[in-house]
């Protein structure tokens, strides 16, 4: 439920290092300002928006993917994509039934809500009531969007459990074990909370240790690798891409 605008300030970062780099923040579908599109919600699909958006100039020779994003990049990099490729704190595919996680959690709360609110604090309420950590609630609310009739949640929970159900259905790993030339593929974990299991973070490492795919920790970020140590992450961008 994450949106390209969550990024601003650390794409702000890159650029002030940087400031040949052209960078753009885009909005999955379903995700931040890219809503009412035809279904059905897949990773593909996904892909296949990044690929008309991109046009007849063709896509970047970098992508950078954050979790649900870094499975959409790999998604589209086995369409054979060339260039540099950066998954940030994503696995390259699920490990097994979600369960009773933080995700299915906060969908089940946002289902639960009234369909307007009197202002954000009414709607971070509603959700800290059921569950939700303030954070989470304060990071959900930045998609809210005003009506007439009060504030109501922008997003589409039916087109954002298809995405869920695609995304964990779906194996990439038959592209990270064996990459094109043409790809240059960086995983980039969190060192406390990620989203990797242990058995994925061998599997990447061994990878690695051959030469297939490049992996480096940050040791003090949480799955928000840019939020919490945007320092480092920018110095392996910004070295990666030199």
């Given at each position: 439920m994450g949106r390209g605008q969550n990024w601003q300030s650390f794409a702000r970062r890159l650029c002030a290092a940087r400031p040949e780099l052209d960078l753009e923040l885009i909005d999955l579908r379903m995700h931040g300002?890219?809503?009412?599109?035809?279904?059905?919600?897949?990773?593909?699909?996904?892909?296949?928006?990044?690929?008309?958006?991109?046009?007849?100039?063709?896509?970047?020779?970098?992508?950078i993917g954050h979790s649900f994003g870094g499975r959409v990049a790999l998604t589209l990099a086995g369409r054979g994509l060339a260039g540099q490729l950066w998954v940030l704190d994503a696995a390259p595919a699920s490990s097994g039934e979600r369960g009773d996680t933080e995700t299915v959690r906060v969908l089940a709360a946002l289902?639960?809500?009234?369909?307007?609110?009197?202002?954000?604090?009414?709607?971070?309420?509603?959700?800290?009531?059921?569950?939700?950590?303030?954070?989470?609630?304060?990071?959900?609310?930045?998609?809210?969007?005003?009506?007439?009739?009060?504030?109501?949640?922008?997003?589409?929970?039916?087109?954002?459990?298809?995405?869920l159900e695609d995304h964990d259905r779906t194996d990439c790993w038959p592209l990270v074990e064996h990459p094109p030339d043409s790809l240059d593929l960086r995983f980039v974990l969190a060192g406390r909370g990620s989203v990797l299991a242990e058995d994925d973070r061998a599997r990447l490492e061994a990878l690695a240790s051959q030469g297939v795919v490049t992996v480096d920790t940050l040791p003090r970020a949480g799955h928000w690798l840019h939020v919490d140590d945007p320092a480092r992450l920018s110095e392996l961008l910004l070295a990666g891409l030199a």
């Amino acid at each position: 439920m994450g949106r390209g605008q969550n990024w601003q300030s650390f794409a702000r970062r890159l650029c002030a290092a940087r400031p040949e780099l052209d960078l753009e923040l885009i909005d999955l579908r379903m995700h931040g300002g890219s809503q009412g599109l035809p279904g059905p919600h897949t990773l593909a699909a996904c892909a296949d928006d990044l690929e008309a958006h991109a046009g007849a100039s063709g896509l970047p020779d970098v992508l950078i993917g954050h979790s649900f994003g870094g499975r959409v990049a790999l998604t589209l990099a086995g369409r054979g994509l060339a260039g540099q490729l950066w998954v940030l704190d994503a696995a390259p595919a699920s490990s097994g039934e979600r369960g009773d996680t933080e995700t299915v959690r906060v969908l089940a709360a946002l289902a639960e809500l009234p369909p307007r609110f009197v202002d954000r604090r009414a709607f971070t309420a509603a959700l800290e009531a059921r569950g939700a950590a303030p954070a989470i609630a304060a990071w959900l609310a930045k998609n809210l969007v005003r009506e007439p009739d009060g504030l109501r949640f922008g997003l589409e929970l039916p087109a954002l459990r298809a995405l869920l159900e695609d995304h964990d259905r779906t194996d990439c790993w038959p592209l990270v074990e064996h990459p094109p030339d043409s790809l240059d593929l960086r995983f980039v974990l969190a060192g406390r909370g990620s989203v990797l299991a242990e058995d994925d973070r061998a599997r990447l490492e061994a990878l690695a240790s051959q030469g297939v795919v490049t992996v480096d920790t940050l040791p003090r970020a949480g799955h928000w690798l840019h939020v919490d140590d945007p320092a480092r992450l920018s110095e392996l961008l910004l070295a990666g891409l030199a």
